[in-house]
């Protein structure tokens, strides 16, 4: 069995840590016996969107942002025909708010992909700490990092998390990401799957499930390290400090259940 998975523009998208979700995403098959190939699409060059079956676009700063964007541009229908056909998309940051319909930075309104009927206004606050999110399909909370000046509106969109932790798509909704088909729209950085290892295998889940016709079941791995990554973040201490209580029975410690290659 084998995945292959579009890392979209290395060299323009990828703040904080985001390459690392491409390690976590290739490890976890690997060790699972799952051939993992990677591939590295740079600005410019042409995208064949049939032959991916995982795509991943990190964050980036506005100037880099509005180039991915333009390129980008140039193979939108393909990139929205892979998301209604149900491709898995990871899209983080920058990435997930250029799947909408436009986005704004400190001078410019960025017309976007269009692929989510979703818009991003910009105000000069940042919103910039460590976020804490629910989302009921997982049994440990997902945390980040997040560091953005846009607001996402999400219309009828389910978001990704509610938030327990931090702003999320914006100060007050409560939301944090979106999610469409086998799309995750988030602003948690960090890298986001090394911590959250079920998010991990959910996207790993779907893309094989979208691939072979019927669900590969996943063996579970030793994730003792990153289950008290996941718990010491989000037990930070300015999570508490904006007076959160991170309840303690959100968090599943795992047994180890075998050894890694
Ligand atoms: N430039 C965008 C913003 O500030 C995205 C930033 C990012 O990807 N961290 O909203």
Redesign the pocket.
Known sequence: MKITIGHLYPELLN??GDSGNICCLQKRLEWRGIQAEICSLSAGNPIDFRHMDLILL?????RE?ALACRYLKETKYEFKEFVENDGVVLA????Y?LLGKY?Q?QYNTVEGLNILDIY?D?ESK?LVQNIVIHNPIFNSPGVGF?????RTHIGGYTPFGKVLAGYGNTEDSGHEGVTYKNVIGT?L?GPLLPKNPEVCDYLLSQALKRKYGEPVPLSPLPDELEYRANYETANHSPLKYNGYQIRKSLFRRRSTASKRK
């Open positions: 703040l904080y990190g964050g980036s700063s506005d942002q983080i940051c920058g990435g708010q986005y930075n991003t910009w940042r997040e560091n953005h000046g846009g602003y950085h």
